[in-house]
Nanobody
Framework: VQLVESGGDLVPAGGSLRLSCVVS???????????IGWFRQAPGKEREGVSC????????LYSDSVKGRFTITGDKDSNTVYLQMNNLKPEDTGLYTC?????????????????????WGQGTQVTVSS
């Protein structure tokens, strides 16, 4: 399984970016059957869950810190999950990584828990200047 992120950049506060996560490696992959999560890690801080898309479970989740500013979507034809990030703030700076899981998640907060996920990408850096 391979996840490849792209789209990170240096932007001023208030700017926008769209991150992409391309998933490959499953035979007959239909990513809508899986949970795809976006996580970020700032220097000196723990990794935090930012957003999750699990289409067949009817789940679209955001952390409180990004709700209303970030939007997660998926493209089944290209097995790509996007994270549209608007009104970026300096505190959004970090390494953004996507991950995939097929585990049963008993509670919604589990979708933003890194322990739920089995495969990870290498990440793409987002830096927001003040």
């Amino acid at each position: 399984v391979q996840l490849v992120e792209s789209g990170g950049d240096l932007v001023p506060a208030g700017g926008s970016l769209r991150l992409s996560c391309v998933v490959s490696g499953f035979s007959g992959l239909h990513f809508e059957n899986y949970h795809i999560g976006w996580f970020r890690q700032a220097p000196g801080k723990e990794r935090e869950g930012v957003s999750c898309l699990s289409e067949n479970h009817g789940v679209t989740l955001y952390s409180d810190s990004v709700k209303g500013r970030f939007t997660i979507t998926g493209d089944k034809d290209s097995n790509t999950v996007y994270l549209q990030m608007n009104n970026l703030k300096p505190e959004d700076t970090g390494l953004y990584t996507c991950a995939i899981s097929s585990r049963f998640v008993p509670r919604d907060e589990g979708y933003l828990d890194e322990g739920t996920y089995d495969f990870w990408g290498q990440g793409t850096q987002v830096t927001v200047s003040s």
